[in-house]
């Protein structure tokens, strides 16, 4: 599964955006970056996943042909008549396609989360991280009961005089 290949905040996002089916403020909010700044990074992960199931594919040129792109895969995820240039027609229609096929993607990720969660593989490294950690716990209390015994920091008192024979 190509989503699962992706880095997890490309995944995570798309996964949110149309998979999940969230809103563009709902994702933004979440996330808690501007609607601009996660159309941009939406696109970014778009190309990604387009680039590895089409070949067709390009990545938008830096600068202001991204900004563009980004503001018109909104509105074509938003609106199915919304023009789209060329270069993105293949992003589009992974977007599209991914969204048309949501419940199958989201089963799909729950049964691979669960397959992972009782591998073989998933509960040695579990144990290799409790294991990890009572040992530096019990580090941590050998270190602090071997200690060498800190001298008092207070001054000793002064010797007491006793009075002067009255005599």
């Not at 800190?150 to 002067?164: A, C, D, G, K, N």
Request: hydrophobic share 45%.
């Amino acid at each position: 599964m190509a989503l699962r290949e992706l880095e997890p905040r490309a995944a995570a996002l798309l996964t949110r955006r149309l998979v999940a089916g969230d809103s563009l403020e709902g994702c933004a909010r979440f996330l808690g970056v501007s609607e601009a700044a996660l159309s941009v990074s939406l696109l970014r992960a778009a190309v990604v996943l387009a680039r590895s199931l089409t070949p067709t594919a390009r990545e938008p040129a830096e600068g202001e042909e991204e900004a563009a792109w980004a503001r018109m895969l909104t509105a074509a995820l938003e609106r199915e008549e919304a023009p789209v240039p060329t270069g993105l027609v293949p992003v589009v229609d992974v977007c599209r396609r991914l969204r048309a096929v949501s419940g199958e993607v989201a089963t799909g990720l729950e049964s691979a989360t669960q397959e992972e969660l009782a591998s073989p593989r998933r509960r040695r490294e579990d144990w290799m991280r409790r294991l990890a950690v009572a040992a530096l716990l019990a580090l941590t209390a050998y270190l602090y009961l071997s200690r060498p015994q800190e001298p008092s920091r207070l001054p000793p008192p002064p010797p007491r005089q006793s009075p002067p024979d009255a005599g």
